[in-house]
């Protein structure tokens, strides 16, 4: 079945995968925002659903939805702190971070829909590696998802419709009532220290890109956010780095003291291997 619990544990079977251009761990943006133009997919699995395409009628009136899945390429993490790269090596406790280093690793992103095609949901914002496996996938409500104090919100008869059945709180809402936002909101300021590094293009990589016909636009996002570990950047500093994305190897040069990463190569790997086959 798809949930099972017992002594050893809660068992769930995943009901489709996530499939990205990020073929490894390398370069993969540490949250889905920081990708905004990178296009992946959800292809559900006809395992669990005689119709898979039937479970997501409806999920094209939103906008953006909830994705949750499980970080398979990370096993359970048993220490209570992890070091966030913001934080440059400082720990703390696990909980209070976002690290998919976690007991249980149980990933969750909030994306942009962008199109469903029978058993495939497209959607931009990426945070995965390809093949990661999917666990839920829920709409995104601002109504209920942002942090807001209703203010003379009435529901019919004060009882909410049996799950599955919500009806609108919008148009419940009298148009005297509001959503006040809560004071209280608060975060540690470390969480908003975020890299914002100046990408640049070599002649020899721009050319490139116009002969490949691809944006700079999905390099540009991987980037700028700097995607190398406390460890890469502490112990080697300004450095040349290189990633995979979809078939491409992409080379850059970070100089730590302009800010900057130059993108210096990009090439595409199966051009390289149809060349080398033809030998």
């Known amino acids: 079945g798809v949930f099972a619990c017992g002594d050893d544990g809660v068992h769930f079977e995943a009901f489709g995968v996530i499939r990205t251009v990020f073929s490894e761990k390398r370069a993969v943006p540490r949250q889905a925002v920081l990708a905004s133009t990178v296009e992946s997919r959800i292809e559900l699995s006809p395992k669990i659903f005689n119709n898979p395409e039937h479970s997501l009628e409806g999920l094209e009136n939103f906008s953006h939805i909830w994705i949750i899945y499980y970080f398979h390429r990370h096993p359970n993490h048993t220490k209570a702190k992890v070091a966030p790269p913001r934080l440059g090596g400082e720990r703390v406790g696990v909980f209070s971070t976002r690290s998919p280093h976690r007991p249980c690793p149980i990933g969750l992103s909030l994306v942009q829909l962008d199109r469903i095609e029978d058993s495939k949901v497209y959607f931009y914002g990426t945070d995965m590696v390809n093949g990661t496996p999917v666990l839920d996938i829920k709409p995104y409500i601002p109504q209920y998802d942002i942090p807001v104090r209703q203010v003379e919100l009435e529901f019919n008869n004060s009882r909410e419709a049996p799950d599955g059945e919500e009806t609108s709180v919008l148009g419940s809402v009298p148009s005297t009532s509001r959503l006040a936002p809560i004071a209280n909101v608060s975060i540690p300021s470390w969480v908003l220290q975020s890299s914002n590094l100046n990408v640049e293009f070599c002649p020899l990589a721009a050319t490139r890109i116009q002969a490949l016909g691809i944006t700079q636009a ?62």
């Open 218 to 279: 999905s390099i540009v996002d991987v980037l700028k956010a700097d995607p190398r570990s406390v460890y890469l950047r502490t112990k080697y500093g300004s450095q040349t780095y290189t990633f995979g994305l979809g078939d491409l190897t992409v080379t850059c040069k970070f100089d730590d003291k302009k800010a900057t990463v130059t993108v210096l190569q990009i090439r595409n790997d199966v051009d390289t291997e149809t060349a080398l086959s033809t030998l």
